[in-house]
């Protein structure tokens, strides 16, 4: 799923790392992320991401 890194970082902001899928979802929801985002990170592996990097390498792979 190709999303815009720099949109997605953006719903993110406020992320405090590490950060477990459960708490960057609901960032990104609280910051009105789109539907293609939400998507994308609601299909990440369920585990701890110690970066920003992170997040969108893992979105990078679905």
Do not use: C, F
């Not at 929801?29 to 985002?37: D, P, Q, R, W």
């Not at 994308?40 to 792979?61: F, H, M, N, Q, T």
């Amino acid at each position: 799923m190709t999303v815009n890194p720099i949109e997605m970082q953006k719903n993110l902001g406020g992320v405090h790392y590490p950060a477990s899928k459960q708490e960057i979802v609901r960032q990104a929801e609280e910051h009105g992320a789109g539907k293609k985002i939400m998507e994308a990170l609601k299909s990440i592996p369920d585990k701890e991401y110690d970066s920003p990097a992170a997040v969108s390498k893992e979105v990078g792979r679905g």
